[in-house]
């Protein structure tokens, strides 16, 4: 098992492309709303091809990728935010999340 230092650093340097990724992603996709839902199923996807490559294995790369990079780049409080300005809002969180667990899925069998 790697000493506990090496797995906070590979979190914490997943977790820096993660959030960078985000915002150039954030930046470039104007409407706020699309954006977030594009960061958000992009991640459920990467993150259920993660799943099923490694499996229930863990390691270094595989938290750098999971844990910090699609932890991090992904934004479901943002989103979640968004689901009580109006109703309206809460069906496209609603809707979204759902879309998430199929991509996911989707991710899973795909890895």
């Known amino acids: ?27 470039a996709l104007d409407q706020q709303t699309v954006a977030l839902a594009v960061v958000n199923l ?29 932890g991090a780049f992904t934004s479901s409080s943002s989103l979640a935010l968004q689901g009580i300005q109006d109703p309206v809002a809460t069906v496209v969180v609603v809707v979204e999340a759902l879309a998430g667990v199929g991509a996911a899925g989707l991710g899973h069998l795909l890895g």
């Not at 098992?1 to 590979?10: D, T, Y």
């Not at 959030?19 to 954030?26: G, V």
């Open 42 to 70: 992009t991640g459920c996807l990467l993150i259920g091809v993660v799943s099923g490559w490694w499996g229930a294995r863990t390691s270094l790369l595989r938290l750098f990728l999971a844990v910090g990079g699609v």
């Open 1 to 27: 098992m790697e000493q506990w230092w090496k797995r906070a650093g590979v979190i914490f340097a997943g977790g820096a492309v993660g959030t960078a990724c985000r915002a150039l992603l954030l930046h």
